[in-house]
């Protein structure tokens, strides 16, 4: 029994690292991309479903693929509300068939499997709250509806106020979550996963506040608490990665006073540029020396590369400044995604394609 224990050891610590190293596999990425696709305009259910239709899949992971993106983050869905795929799950919550809040069109399926023959790793952007846009989503989702002074609120208050607005308001994603909510959501995020598998390598939370961070302990008291909507979101991959949202605010973002949520792999890393922001001048560079992720948390910094956040025709950034920053940051260890706009359809502008490309090019593998 001894010598078979033995011969064996060495198998399973080979074992280990290789599911080690398939599970970080962003250690190995120096730069990706972000598409914030249709997530900040309103839309009709017609409108909608014509809007996913006209995208040209070949045409956006051909664009892709040029620029030699290790991974690009893509938004299936933001607080309006509507997604960009098929979930039963969520129209059954809604009360609604397909093609109404859900697009009958799979376009995640269809970017994912292209992406896979481009070897693209793909990363979902999903908010960690109910959709807040749309009182009759939240309720529907049964997620902590917005209050007034501690009590709830109906839809005759915007959703998306502000305290500054409506005194003593507070939104939804400002209060910590339920069970029900937290029930519901993994059902929505594992119909997903369950159905992409492997095809999703990491998921990136938006929305996940304090709040929510500080709710973590009490909730493990209940049944469905944030461990078991992390498991349903990992249900088809369990090696994904997953980042966690409070804030552009490298003590949040890049988790400086420790990891928003304790299954976080990433750091969110969302800013607006290559500084930290100060009142007067310019901060330190955010670097992984500079502002140090958790032990085990890879550190990554997000950033819009044009006019704001899935916005913009050119890049704000000369290629020698990306070249260099990113090229710093990943001598660190770290890697960064730069937010990039798109059209209905699927197309980059050129401008920005053109100076992605030639980063790509620029900088060298891990």
């Given amino acids: 029994m001894k010598k078979s224990y033995l011969l064996t050891l060495p198998l399973l610590f080979i074992s280990a690292s290789l599911c080690s190293a398939k599970q970080r596999w962003m250690e190995h990425s120096r730069f990706g991309l972000m598409f914030h696709y249709e997530a900040f305009v309103d839309h009709s259910t017609e409108s909608y479903n014509r809007t996913i239709d006209s995208f040209d899949v070949k045409g956006f992971t051909q664009a892709v693929a040029s620029t030699q993106a290790d991974y690009i983050i893509f938004v299936i869905g933001q607080h309006w509300g509507k997604y960009c795929a098929p979930n039963k799950a969520y129209e059954k919550l809604l009360g609604v068939k397909n093609g109404v809040w859900t697009s009958k069109r799979d376009l995640i399926m269809e970017i994912a499997q292209g992406l896979a023959e481009q070897d693209v790793k793909l990363i979902l952007y999903m908010t960690a709250r109910a959709p ?90 209940e049944k469905h608490n944030v461990d ?77 590369v044009s006019n704001g956040w899935g916005a913009g025709t050119k890049p704000k950034f000369d290629l020698d400044v990306l070249t260099e920053r990113i090229g710093a940051i990943n001598k660190e260890g770290g890697l960064v995604t730069l937010d990039t706009p798109i059209s209905p359809d699927g197309k980059v502008p050129g401008e920005v394609l053109k100076t992605l490309a030639q980063l790509g090019r620029n900088l060298p593998r891990k």
């Avoid at 159905?195 to 938006?206: E, K, T």
């Avoid at 709040?211 to 493990?220: Q, V």
């Fill in 228 to 304: 078991s909507w992390v498991q349903a979101v990992r249900s088809g991959n369990p090696d994904a990665e997953l980042a966690f949202n409070a804030g552009a605010h490298p003590l949040l973002s890049l988790c400086t006073g420790g990891k928003l949520c304790p299954h976080q792999t990433f750091t969110s890393g969302e800013n607006h540029g290559f500084y930290q922001r100060v009142k007067k001048g310019r901060g330190k560079a955010l670097t992984p020396k500079n502002f140090p992720a958790p032990k085990g948390v890879v550190w990554h910094l997000l950033m819009p």
């Fill in 132 to 221: 807040m846009r749309h009182y009759k989503v939240i309720q529907a989702m049964q997620d902590t509806l917005p209050s007034i002074n501690g009590k709830p609120v109906g839809p005759e208050i915007d959703p998306m106020s502000h305290p500054r607005k409506v005194k003593g308001f507070l939104r939804s994603e400002n209060q910590p979550p339920n069970p029900q909510f937290l029930k519901n959501w993994g059902d929505v995020c594992g119909e997903w996963s369950k159905r992409y598998g492997n095809l999703v390598s990491g998921w990136w939370f938006d929305g996940y506040k304090t709040e929510m961070r500080d709710s973590y302990e009490d909730l493990k008291k």
